[in-house]
């Protein structure tokens, strides 16, 4: 039988007096369920090139070694490189690279190993830069097929939320606006070694084919959201007023509110996807 996943991880900790550095948000996931239903949430066969972030001492990465085609995976920390090089040597399909995933040139990499084909990207991620990671990703327009990650439980939730609710924000609507989430798996703190404080759960991001929204300046959109959601208890003509960078009256704002038939004294939290597109199309005129 294959040795248990904690043995393992505590035995390749003591083999190279790893020593954690909370700074780089290592906590190694144990759970083998865990790690089967990442695998089959991302979907991942033999003709997939995977990107993984933060592979820590491999374990994942040799799930996804046994199911992919090739793993690509990105390593900050470097007293892991020759732990990974040890590891992962009966793998073959494996290049690890020594980097900050924040300043890698992820479409060369898709150009140079996948040929510029889709690529799927599975993690445990450094909840430090989940949402610069995540956002990273979708906005440089990188080829990717699904993001299957671990992230905070909280996180999670306000990825997957619509509107009306506590958790619905400036990150529901930029994730939804790229992709369809879906909540895989809750995870408790006993999976990781060290635990973490928080809860944590794995989200499927399943990139949309087209947009689910059409606007003209998606840019202005976002600036629109950022600012709705900066002063959340406020009314948005004042939330929207209040941003100077944006520079809008009142009045425009509510001009535009009465054209979508939305109440002058409404709040962003209550506006769909759709209506901060049409919003941002009405005001940027
Ligand atoms: N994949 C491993 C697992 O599941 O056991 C480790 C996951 S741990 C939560 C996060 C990993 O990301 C750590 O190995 C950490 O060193 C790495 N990491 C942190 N910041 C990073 C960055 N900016 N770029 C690449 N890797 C990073």
């Known amino acids: 039988m294959e040795q248990n996943i904690t043995q393992r991880t505590i035995e390749i900790i003591k083999k ?6 909370k700074k780089f948000g290592q906590n190694f996931l144990i759970d083998q369920r865990v790690l089967d239903k990442i695998i089959a949430a991302a979907d991942i066969g033999p003709d997939d090139c995977v990107l993984e972030i933060g592979p820590g001492i491999g374990t994942l990465t040799r799930c996804l070694a046994e199911a992919a085609g090739q793993v690509i995976a990105v390593e900050i920390d470097k007293n892991l490189i020759p732990i990974l090089g040890d590891v992962l040597s009966e793998y073959h399909n494996i290049t690890v690279i020594n980097e900050d995933i924040l300043k890698v040139d992820i479409q060369a990499l898709v150009d140079e190993k996948n040929g510029g084909r889709p690529i799927k990207v599975v993690a445990n991620l450094p909840y430090y830069i989940t949402t610069p990671i995540i956002m990273g990703l979708f906005e440089s327009n990188v080829p990717i097929d699904n993001i299957t990650v671990m992230v905070q439980k909280e996180v999670a939730d306000r990825m997957q939320v619509g509107p009306g609710t506590k ?3 400036a990150l529901s609507l930029a994730v939804q606006y790229y992709a369809e989430p879906y909540i895989v798996a809750n995870v408790p ?4 070694i060290p635990r973490p404080n928080v809860g944590s759960a794995v989200i499927r991001l399943t ?6 929204v059409t606007v003209k300046n998606e840019q202005h959109m976002f600036r629109l959201v950022r600012a709705a959601f900066n002063q959340r208890r406020k009314t948005l003509q004042n939330a929207l007023h209040n941003m ?6 009142k009045e425009q704002v509510v001009n535009a509110l009465k054209e979508m038939g ?3 004294t409404i709040r962003g939290e ?16």
Do not use: I, M
């Not at 209550?270 to 005129?285: H, I, N």
């Open 262 to 264: 939305l109440s002058e």
């Open 207 to 212: 990139r949309h084919k087209e947009k689910p």
């Open 167 to 169: 958790d619905y924000g």
């Open 270 to 285: 209550k506006l769909t996807l759709e209506d901060f597109a049409r919003l941002s199309d009405l005001l940027s005129e």
């Open 189 to 192: 703190q006993n999976c990781f």
């Open 244 to 249: 100077a960078e944006l520079n809008l009256s």
């Open 16 to 21: 190279y007096d790893f020593v954690f550095q």
